[in-house]
DNA sequence: CTTATGATTAGA
DNA sequence: CTAATCATAAGA
């Protein structure tokens, strides 16, 4: 079986990957706290070299996580079987299965050992759109194809097969936006459980952005 | 072993 | 507003 494509730069005059901008190399850039990173993240693209081809999107909206005083993080009840990446080196993969029906994909942060993360919460679908389409119903409108947590892990292919991936290293990486994204801060979605965390603005997003999930 | 529930979604 | 649907974590 052949390989991934790679992720290095595009060949020169490929234009298929619109704007698809420099990949994210450097381990530092992830090992930082996570509302830095949540807000960086949105503009950003997100990519997924799957078995049934590449799915790029652009992050439209991101939540952060942080460390064992955030009372929604999952890490905020100490290390479990399910959370351990949280609790590894920055720049991987965290996935979860959740309600018995979805996946959440985050993306690891630091600083250090603290367990922190950043949950993608939706993107706008850029390329192999064909093939989202194809995993999430072909009833489903464009703009809706990765809009929520769970809709954007099923468009891109994403299920616990790849948590603990090395972003820098593996299918799933990201890469730099060409075009900044005006970016808000609203309270975190379906969190209510957690007191004062609850009413922090450490949910992200691009302005004005029809790719953002409902609520 | 049993049991409660969730970083959700779609639909009424 | 609720059902769907099950891996996970916590408790006996």
Redesign the pocket.
């Known amino acids: 079986m052949s390989a991934a494509p790679s992720r290095d730069g595009a060949p020169a005059g490929a234009s298929e990957s619109l704007e698809l901008g420099a990949p994210i190399t450097d381990r530092a850039w992830f090992d930082r706290p996570s509302p830095a990173v949540a807000r960086d993240l949105v503009g950003m693209w997100l990519v997924h070299d799957g078995a049934g081809g590449r799915v790029v999107g652009r992050i439209v909206e991101t939540?952060a996580?942080q460390g064992p005083e955030d009372l929604?993080?999952?890490?905020a009840?100490?290390r479990?079987?399910?959370?351990a990446v949280?609790f590894g080196p920055a720049g991987h993969a965290?996935v979860?299965?959740?309600?018995?029906?979805?996946h959440?994909l985050?993306v690891v942060c630091g600083p250090g050992a603290k367990p922190e993360?950043?949950?993608l919460?939706a993107a706008a679908i850029t390329e192999g759109q064909a093939l989202a389409r194809q995993r999430?119903g072909t009833a489903?409108p464009p703009v809706?194809l990765a809009?929520?947590?769970?809709?954007?892990t099923a468009a891109f292919g994403v299920d616990?097969a790849i948590n603990g991936s090395d972003l820098i290293s593996g299918p799933l990486w990201l890469a730099t936006g060409s075009v900044p994204a005006i970016v808000i801060a609203r309270p975190?979605?379906?969190?209510d459980?957690a007191g004062t965390w609850a009413r922090r603005r450490l949910r992200f997003l691009a302005a004005d952005d029809p790719h953002v999930?409902?609520?």
Not at 147 to 152: E, F, I, K, V, W
């Open positions: 939540e996580y929604a993080a999952h890490s009840r100490g479990t079987e399910r959370n949280m965290y979860y299965f959740v309600y018995g029906l979805h959440c985050n993360a950043v949950l919460r999430r489903v809706r809009a929520g947590p769970g809709n954007l616990r975190r979605v379906g969190v459980y999930s409902r609520r």
